[in-house]
């Protein structure tokens, strides 16, 4: 009788773990991206500035909500009824609609609160790292203030993908 073999080679045995590493990111992506603020912009801050941090007030003066939108503005981006009467995400998701159209300008004084990652032409790209030359404890660095933890999540895990990479490679 002949005997098969049947463990993975080397090869394989690698290919097997990059795929469970990139499986393992894409799911640490879509926690990270139901765990975090659903918007990279300080929106508690911009409404406090703008309403006091009250996210449900009508003061009388044509603003509503916490981010004091127009009318006309809350309704042709996508809000229903008034602001003031919708909830602080429907709320935030309008306001990023109105940024993507107006920019921080929608909000004159208070828009200082927001980044500049407004949209991909205004957004710095981070510079390419070699991998290879950094030590383990190097390759899971903190989120910067403007960054995401989607955004760095993906960074760390692309970080690991190429230091696999360049492991096997290295084999």
């Not at 640490?28 to 508690?44: C, F, K, V």
């Not at 500035?49 to 007030?57: A, P, Y």
């Not at 070699?130 to 403007?146: F, K, L």
Request: contains cysteine; charged residues 20%.
């Amino acid at each position: 009788m002949i005997r098969i073999d049947r463990r993975p080679s080397g090869n394989a045995r690698r290919a097997t773990l990059i795929g469970l590493f990139g499986a393992l990111c894409i799911a640490l992506l879509g926690l990270g991206a139901g765990t975090a603020s659903a918007a990279p912009h300080n929106w508690e801050e911009v409404a406090q500035c703008e309403s006091g941090g009250d996210w449900s007030t009508n003061t009388g003066n044509g603003f509503y909500g916490g981010l004091q939108f127009t009318p006309e503005t809350w309704k042709s981006h996508g809000g229903k009824g008034l602001a003031s009467e919708a909830s602080k995400a429907e709320q935030i998701m309008v306001a990023e609609n109105v940024l993507q159209t107006q920019g921080r300008g929608a909000w004159p004084v208070c828009g200082q609160f927001l980044t500049l990652e407004t949209s991909p032409s205004e957004s710095t790209p981070e510079p390419e790292q070699d991998v290879t030359a950094e030590t383990e404890a190097d390759s899971a660095p903190a989120a910067t203030s403007d960054e995401s933890t989607s955004t760095m999540i993906a960074r760390v895990a692309l970080e690991g993908a190429r230091a696999i990479a360049a492991e096997a490679a290295s084999r």
